[in-house]
């Protein structure tokens, strides 16, 4: 199958060939024709198989149809869970509409809105919006809704996971009636079907892969060792291997701006990419990583999902996540669009449920090996034998513990007592009480009150019939 079957027109199908792509995806040849049909449409696919492209081709088509928009309107929102996705998409937009009389606008946090205001002004075709800052633009009448067409969910997964669905609900709620939704996900977990329910109507429904299936082109390896050479055997295996682009994934920020420091003193120059980073800053080491200025990029999981770097050759998991599904989204960095790639996870013993629990995910025990002079002091015990994954029912996801800021203390350590549930005597009459001796007041009794009053009334010897 080629392009020029899915029924695109032919400035679109010579920007998909100026970025010499020749044959549809899996994922594209089949979600193409389906939002061409105007259908609501639910498709999941692995990491790294074009689903971008797979709903970016069909919208541009449809937009070439219709009225333009309304100042602060736009025709197609597309709601990401990233910055970096958000810019990702708006790349791929102003990539394959590069000859078409349409326009494009990206909007997220962490940079200047005003800009962003004036960017709407005029109304665009396409928005592609995070949904915090979209909100931030509604309130301000920066943007209205009325002429939205089509609504996209991309990484609908990751938004549920990074806690968007209260500003996805109101978001939705303020969008026309009539519109064509689509849900693009690499996972359709117990959430998501949740959030399509109340969302598209007898929708198309796409799943190429398996959800937690790993590219085969990715080759993936084990290596044993302890927590504290971690960093050492990092430096190791970049100079011993000669990795020219590596991105290295660390559990926290702490942990990556560390690992950052640690790389730049053995003389390998890296840059750190999480939530804490200023856009400008994010966007930055990204740029310098993809034109090789710097050879790796630590990074939480933001960035498992939303990083498009072409021929990305090593992915290193310098922490095993705690979530397992995070594990294919992260080295499904690498080894995309059929090209071949390799991660390696360092793990010590302390992390042998996280692995088990990959292992179990995948369906496969991963290949370990043992790097000299770094063999773990504390064994790394066997992985158990792979049970089969429950047919029928959705596998259930572990919820991710909420990371605190360095010093920050959980709420019920700060307080200094033990929660309600664990502590019978600390309840809300106690604690009413106590806020009282604290401030040395004492309860109004309106009795006593009253009485006091008549007391005073009947000792007046002046009273009110004198």
């Not at 990959?358 to 002091?377: D, N, S, T, Y």
């Not at 709420?411 to 040395?440: C, E, F, I, M, Q």
């Amino acid at each position: 199958m080629s392009f020029s079957s899915l029924a695109l027109s032919s400035k679109i199908l010579s920007a998909i060939a100026k970025k010499g792509y020749k044959e549809p995806s899996p994922i594209q040849a089949q979600a193409i024709p389906a939002v061409l049909s105007g259908k609501d449409v639910m498709a999941a696919a692995q990491t790294g198989t074009g689903k971008t492209a797979g709903f970016t081709l069909p919208i541009l088509e449809l937009l070439l149809k219709g009225q333009k928009a309304k100042p602060n309107h736009a025709r197609v929102l597309v709601l990401t869970p990233t910055r970096e996705l958000a810019a990702q998409v708006g790349e791929s937009v102003a990539t394959y509409g590069a000859e078409l009389p349409l326009t494009s606008a990206i909007v997220f946090g962490g940079v200047k809105i005003n800009p962003q205001m004036m960017r709407l002004r005029k109304g665009v075709d396409i928005l592609v919006a995070t949904p915090g800052r979209l909100m931030d633009l509604y309130n301000q009448n920066a943007v209205k809704f009325s002429q939205i067409e089509v609504l996209v969910l991309d990484e609908a997964d990751r938004m549920l996971d990074m806690g968007f669905i209260r500003d996805i609900k109101k978001i939705i709620a303020l969008l026309p009636k009539q519109r064509q939704n689509l849900l693009f996900s690499a996972t359709f977990s117990p959430d998501i079907r949740a959030l399509a329910k109340g969302l598209v109507h007898s929708p198309v429904e796409i799943s190429i892969n398996p959800e937690t299936t790993t590219a085969e082109t990715v080759q993936q390896t084990i290596i044993p060792t302890d927590k504290k050479k971690k960093s050492k055997l990092v430096s190791h295996l970049i100079k011993e291997n000669n990795w020219q682009q590596v991105l290295i994934f660390t559990r926290t920020k702490h942990g990556a701006n560390k690992l950052t420091k640690d790389l730049e003193s053995q003389g390998i120059h890296a840059a750190a990419i999480h939530g804490n980073k200023s856009q400008g800053a994010r966007t930055k080491a990204l740029a310098n990583f993809k034109t090789g200025e710097v050879r790796v990029l630590v990074a939480t999981d933001i960035a498992a999902r939303g990083l498009d770097i072409d021929q990305l050759p090593q992915v290193v998991n310098f922490e095993l996540p705690n979530v397992p599904e995070d594990y294919v989204h992260r080295i499904g960095r690498t080894g995309r669009a059929g090209a071949k790639g390799h991660a390696v996870s360092l793990v010590c013993s302390d992390e042998i449920n996280e692995l088990q629990d990959i292992e179990h995910v995948i369906q496969q025990h991963l290949e370990r090996k043992i790097e000299a002079g770094f063999e773990p002091f504390n064994a790394l015990p066997d992985s158990r034998a792979i049970k089969p994954l429950k047919s029928g029912r959705p596998q259930k996801i572990k919820k991710k513990k909420v990371e605190h800021k360095d010093g920050q203390r959980s709420g019920d350590n700060a307080k200094g007592h033990k929660p309600k549930s664990k502590n019978p005597r600390h309840t809300d009459t106690n604690k009413l009480g106590n806020s009282s001796a604290k401030s040395g007041r004492r309860k109004p009794n309106p009795a006593a009150n009253s009485n006091k009053k008549k007391q005073s009334q009947s000792a007046d010897p002046y009273s009110a019939t004198r």
